[in-house]
């Protein structure tokens, strides 16, 4: 059954990070969307600003940043006629796996084979990763986390979606909700509906629909299957201080 995602964000406190990859009702427009969320004031000093073909995390107040390790990546980045999507650096090492075409057909399993998740015990933060073809709007979906928090542990999980349906999509989060630790995504990557092909309009659903005091960013990109153009929007809780 498919799951309302505006609804599940809006009676979720804490997601984290989250991918949602689809199409749109009329068959002809992939989206994509991205979002990163904070409880830490150094998680949340963060905003997305547009580099070529994606998108890169900085910090909002460069005096008040902390610790730049695993909050400044890359969420976004374009590699031919594939976006990849990820909540970390993994980012870069999927996009030139993908570029010199180093595993033709599995460069996404084969970049991801070389990672793990995130070294922030004890939520050991799992890293989520996506990428869509930008012509045939087919993608897949991948996981990488501990078995039930244990540090110990490694779980690789990738989800292929070669022929999605219009206007439906497929969700996945870093954690499946608040606590502490925080526990982790678990199962498939939920099945949703995608309702919107404009980026403007889906990104303000989206944005609505997340938690008003942990959100911190969002992207969304539309793409058109039939040429690869895509259109962006970026969406920041907070204003960028000039150093």
Not at 79 to 100: E, L, P, S
Request: hydrophobic share 35%; glycine share 10%.
């Amino acid at each position: 059954m498919k799951k309302n995602l505006y609804k599940y964000l809006a009676g979720n406190e804490y997601p984290g990070r989250g991918i949602c990859l689809g199409l749109a009702p009329d068959g002809k427009t992939a989206m994509l969307a991205y979002w990163i969320m904070g409880r830490s004031p150094n998680s949340r000093n963060r905003v997305f600003e547009a580099i070529d073909g994606g998108i890169r995390t900085l910090a909002a107040d460069p005096a008040k940043l902390e610790d730049p390790h695993l909050i400044i990546y890359n969420p976004v980045l374009t590699a031919g006629q594939t976006t990849v999507v990820t909540n970390g650096d993994q980012t870069d090492t999927i996009y030139h796996f993908i570029r010199d075409n180093l595993f033709p057909g599995y460069s996404f399993e084969a970049a991801l084979s070389t990672r793990t998740f995130e070294d922030d015990a004890p939520n050991f933060t799992p890293r989520i990763s996506g990428i869509m073809d930008m012509r045939r709007g087919g993608y897949k979906m991948a996981i990488l986390k501990t078995c039930e928090g244990n540090g110990e542990s490694l779980e690789r999980q990738v989800f292929d979606y070669p022929h999605p349906l219009a206007g439906e999509g497929h969700f996945i989060s870093t954690y499946l909700k608040n606590g502490s630790p925080i526990p982790s995504f678990v199962g498939e990557p939920l099945r949703v509906t995608v309702d919107e092909s404009d980026p403007g309009e889906y990104a303000g659903k989206l944005w609505e629909a997340l938690n008003e005091e942990n959100k911190v960013s969002l992207f969304v990109r539309a793409i058109t299957l039939a040429t690869g153009d895509y259109e962006d929007v970026i969406l920041n809780k907070y204003d960028q201080v000039e150093e």
